[in-house]
């Protein structure tokens, strides 16, 4: 099975500090996506990578940026975080990109408040 | 635009009966893909059951079934014999050209599921 890990559950940091939020996973996938969740707006994808030094924006990359240096792990980096950043944070990945049947496989979040 | 909706906020089933989860989709695209996710209260995102636009029978996966009506553009979840493990938040999402490329599965908002005994 894949496994994705996100290295925090729960994170409490401070307006204007520097959030690193760490994933990795152990099956070789091309892909990693970053999505934010909150109530009533699903999931909404900030940054994906399909290469290792390799980065797309998603559809709300502001007050964001990744990080993939090694195939296996991509950072999200919050590089002055507000308190509009308190959300659920969801790491991803997948194998294919050419395929519309490849699923996301995701970790177990990790609820950043910013306070 | 491309455009997930799920009008059940919340939705309650008796164990051992069956329940549907509604959803419905926008897009302009002859090829996508649809998913259904599973969400429990620890966080993770379990993905369930896949259907392909051009698949001519319904995808099932154990209990899971997926009600597809492409010309309604629908894609229904049906879980039978629910299970109070069931109990979680379910997601429909899509995956086609338009929907920002191959890369994005866009979400829809959400459906509660409450199993009750």
């Known amino acids: 099975d894949v496994k994705v890990t996100q290295s925090s559950r729960y994170l409490v940091k401070r307006t204007g500090e520097k959030v690193f939020l760490e994933c990795v996973q152990d099956m070789d996938h091309e892909n990693m996506f970053w999505y934010r969740q909150d109530p009533g707006l699903g999931l909404r994808l900030i940054y994906f990578?399909?290469?290792?030094?390799?980065?797309e924006k998603g559809d709300i990359p502001e007050g964001y940026s990744v990080s993939r240096e090694k195939k296996e792990r991509f950072s999200l980096i919050l590089e002055s975080a507000s308190t509009n950043q308190t959300s659920m944070y969801l790491c991803a990945s997948s194998l294919s990109l050419a395929s519309y049947n490849s699923p996301l496989h995701f970790g177990n979040g990790t609820r950043l408040t910013v306070t | 635009a491309q455009k997930i909706t799920q009008t059940q906020p919340g939705m309650f089933v008796q164990e051992k009966e069956a329940v549907t989860l509604d959803c419905t989709y926008d897009?302009?695209?002859?090829?996508?893909?649809l998913f259904w996710y599973k969400q429990p209260s620890s966080g993770e995102m379990i993905f369930l059951i896949y259907?392909?636009?051009?698949?001519?029978q319904n995808a099932t996966e154990g209990r899971y079934s997926l009600n597809f009506q492409k010309a309604r553009k629908s894609a229904n979840l049906v879980i039978s014999a629910s299970q109070l493990g069931d109990s979680a938040m379910y997601f429909c999402a899509m995956r086609g050209p338009h929907s920002g490329g191959y890369n994005k599965l866009i979400f829809g908002a959400g459906t509660r599921l409450a199993v009750h005994p």
């Open positions: 990578s399909y290469d290792v030094k390799m980065k």
């Open positions: 897009t302009s695209d002859q090829s996508y893909g």
């Open positions: 259907q392909g636009s051009y698949d001519e």
